[in-house]
């Protein structure tokens, strides 16, 4: 069949297995090796791409659960769409959670995934007690912080390429309500959102919409929404299934001029310098889900997302030149998102870094290619690298400078019999063994 990841682009030829049990995965993978696997596709390019794929959605048991202390074992298929629904009414909550909530346990180790809580509670492996791989050899192991170190800190944030994630063992976080005390600050520049992000960096979560369009003064104007569990209400999730997009838009709807609308509409929409709501959890963590599909809207060629870090040193000279660079060009972003992080954590190829991170989408055409290796350039030169679950395109030598870490992780692969079993398109493109 075609597959793709949720940028449509690149697409490529695959076979599919879809392994009911941990012994049909172990069988898979004798006979199909090398492969890659694939959860819920929501990782961008093609880091889930290969000739022989193998897919984890129907190992999505839960397994144990202790509703005093709040730790979860559950098979990597589980979505974390399933998880909060499930512990949401009993008072437990995702300790990190990216954007959409349609991803897997295993893509979420797998990327190391972050949200909107980097700056305070870090990433997603951070909160994981340890996990159970299948090796290239065949073989079961427990990785933890204690137990094959060096194999769970290549596998939080390794992309599959040390193996198959079957089963982890994450710690839940507490909650009295599900809903979220929502702050809204607007901020007319890239410095003031800045400075807002400073003087707020107490709060639990944080995120900025950024318009990237806008020139000179405005350069950088933001929404910053801050958010907090709420302390009393109800314990709910929502039941609405997502409004789906039905068809492939035209792929010229997005233009300047529409994504010059969106913006400026977006903004505006907010009158007062701070506004407070109160919200359910999922528009607040996940307001892209409730259109299905909205990947369509990119038209049939498919769309990329760059997302980059700065180190904070270099962030505010660096965040300005790309967003200049960006707006010169007139090819926006609908959907600009900006966040701080906290420090690294010690995870071979995990993305954050203590700085600032932008994730921007742009239709996949050729001169968008070449105005992306305009701006790895730029984030080079600064010191920052690019998150592997959203990338398409980078060269081995971008990959190579922003992960320095990368010839050791090769090494933990090799001797954990990866090498030849393991391989994506995109660990292809980078030179990974
Ligand atoms: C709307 C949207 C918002 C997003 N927001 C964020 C965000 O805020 N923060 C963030 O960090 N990310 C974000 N992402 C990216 C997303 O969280 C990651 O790409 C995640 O890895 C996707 O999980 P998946 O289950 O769909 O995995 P896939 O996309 O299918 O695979 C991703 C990687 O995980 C590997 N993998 C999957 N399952 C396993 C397994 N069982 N064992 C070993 N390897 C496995 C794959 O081989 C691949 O390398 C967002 C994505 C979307 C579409």
Redesign the pocket.
């Known amino acids: 069949m075609e597959l793709y990841?949720?940028g449509r682009y690149p697409r490529q030829q695959a076979c599919l297995v879809l392994p009911l049990s941990v012994t049909q995965c172990a069988d898979t993978l004798k006979r199909n090796a090398p492969l890659?696997?694939?959860?819920?596709?929501?990782?961008?390019g093609d880091?889930?791409l290969a000739d022989q794929v193998?897919g984890?959605?129907y190992?999505d048991h839960f397994e144990a659960f202790d509703l005093q202390s709040g730790v979860l074992t559950c098979q990597?298929?589980a979505?974390l769409d399933a998880i909060l629904r499930t512990f949401v009414p009993r008072g437990w909550f995702l300790p990190v959670?990216?954007?959409?909530r349609?991803?897997?346990?295993?893509?979420?180790?797998?990327?190391?995934?972050?949200?909107?809580n980097h700056h305070g509670e870090g990433?997603?492996c951070a909160h994981v007690q340890q996990l159970d791989?299948?090796l290239g050899n065949g073989e079961r192991v427990t990785a933890s912080t204690t137990e094959n170190t060096e194999l769970f800190h290549a596998?939080c944030g390794?992309?599959?390429?040390?193996?198959?994630?079957?089963s982890a063992t994450l710690q839940m976080k507490p909650i009295v309500a599900s809903s979220i005390q929502q702050t809204t600050v607007k901020a007319p520049n890239l410095e003031s959102v800045l400075e807002a992000f400073a003087e707020h960096a107490s709060t639990t979560y944080s995120?900025a919409w950024i318009d990237c369009i806008t020139r000179g003064k405005a350069l950088g104007r933001s929404l910053l929404m801050l958010g907090e569990h709420a302390t009393d209400g109800q314990l709910t999730v929502q039941t609405k299934p997502p409004t789906p997009v039905p068809f492939d838009l035209p792929a010229d709807l997005l233009n300047r001029f529409s994504v010059q609308t969106f913006n400026t509409l977006y903004y505006g929409r907010i009158r007062q310098a701070v506004s407070q709501q109160r919200i359910a959890f999922e528009p607040f963590f996940?307001p892209?889900?409730a259109i299905g599909q909205?990947?369509r809207l990119y038209g049939k060629p498919g769309f990329v997302?760059y997302?980059f870090v700065l180190p904070q040193a270099a962030g505010v000279a660096g965040l300005r030149e790309v967003l200049s660079r960006i707006a010169e060009s007139g090819r926006g972003s609908f959907l600009a998102?900006l966040?701080v992080f906290g420090p690294a954590n010690a995870n071979y190829l995990s993305?954050p870094q203590a700085g600032y991170t932008l994730?921007l989408d742009f239709k996949a055409e050729p001169a968008v290619l070449a105005l992306l290796d305009e701006l790895d350039a730029i984030v080079l030169y600064h010191g920052g690298r690019l998150?592997?679950?959203?990338d398409a395109r980078m060269s081995p030598a971008t990959f190579r400078a922003g992960y320095p870490n990368w010839q050791a992780f090769e090494e933990v692969r090799g001797c954990w019999h990866a090498h030849g079993k393991?391989a994506?398109a995109?660990s292809r493109r980078l030179g990974l063994l």
């Open positions: 990841g949720w890659i696997a694939y959860g819920l596709g929501r990782s961008y880091s889930a193998m984890m959605r190992l990597a298929g979505s959670t990216p954007g959409t349609f991803v897997t346990l295993g893509g979420a180790i797998a990327s190391d995934v972050h949200g909107k990433t997603f791989l299948l596998t390794g992309m599959g390429l040390t193996g198959i994630i079957l995120v996940h892209l889900d909205w990947n997302q997302q998102v966040k993305f994730a998150y592997l679950a959203k393991f994506s995109q």
